[in-house]
């Protein structure tokens, strides 16, 4: 299979702050900028900021390159174009908005989070072993969730936005109260780390995945495993709960919406599984040329997005699993995670993209015939430096004219940002 290569510019993670300072104070300014495509030499050179004023007295921004192969062009005071000689223009985007989690104070920053739909909250974890909720409105420190004893991997609210899902390397799932702390349910079953979850409809169910190898539906009310789907020898990295149709089957005791879900799965052993919740079965398995780190499933078009170990994404048609129908990298920095961002207009979602030196992006695929035809890069979005990116999260958009939802992405930094 071909990999299609894509070259890629970077900026300041902060340039936003640049350009926001020479508006105010009218002094010029300026940041770095680097042009990079494997097999090619690199470009680096820096974006000079200056502001004008029109004749009706509008504030205007002037932006030059010191490096003639590279474009620039202001949009507005968080959005620039950038390209590179015989390459289309990219929008970048700085943060909409940034959640500091300032409880999150050790070793790897943000690990997992998530944001509720309509309430306002923020769940965030780290490495010791707390989940701490906070008040995106607000920006406050809203409770913490005590209990683990291990890393957490992975955070989740439930429908309500009120309780909130953990998952950490003590091999213990919690359900916890968003408002007071409270932990009324723990889930234990697993042999090694968990690394991932899932919460099944309205939540009566959820799903956990660990480095055993091992993909488990539990019941919450009743504190235990339902089923458990034995599916590799080695660690399951990453998981997407999709929904499809519904059968209207009648359902075994303490299982709830289980019907049409199925679930796509990232495994350490190269494989990305397609998995039938309700059937106790494996679909469909696609096996690609290095450990699969993270899985997005787009169902209504056929499409299972593999990011792999080796910084390319596989992208498989559902129904032929002999040799992904396209594949794309930029470096062979890991893929660490992926997830759809779904757009207002009709059509193919966005794949959000995120990777292990701090890349976050937007890619575009156009089908024709049924099939994968092109994919490009249609936005950057830049607040991280050289740190993993270690979850995306993508929400329905508040922003006036917004084409697509908001993406909110985390890492090393103790911080959430929202695109």
Known sequence: MVVNVFGYISIQPDWTVDVSTVLESGAPGKFW???????????????QVAKTVSADGTALVDLSVDDAAITAEYVSPRQLRLSRSGASPVLYTGPRSTVVCSQVVRGTGVRS????LY????????????LDVYDTQKGQHRVSLEGHIGDITSCLFFPSGQVVLSAATDLRLRVWSASDGTNP??????????????????GKNVLSAGKDGTLRLWHCGSASVLYTFDLSKKPINAIDLVAGTESGEELPENEFETAGKIVAVACEDSRALLVDLRGRETIVAFTSDAPVRAVAYALAHGLLFAGRADGVVDVWMTDAPAAPAYAFKRNNSPISALRLVQRTEAGLPLLCVGTEDGQLYLVALEMAGGKVTTAEVVEELVAF???????IRAAPSTASGATRQSVWASGRTGKVYQF
Do not use: M, N
Request: net charge negative; glycine share 16%.
């Open 33 to 47: 900028v680097s042009a990079y495509k494997l097999g090619e030499a690199s470009i680096h050179g820096s974006i």
């Open 113 to 116: 989070f998530d944001v509720s």
């Open 119 to 130: 309430g306002g909250l923020l769940a965030a974890g780290g490495d010791d072993g707390v």
């Open 185 to 202: 349910v723990t889930l234990v079953g697993h042999t090694a780390a968990i690394t991932d979850t899932a919460i099944v409809g309205q």
């Open 385 to 391: 430096d050289v740190d993993p990116i270690t979850q």
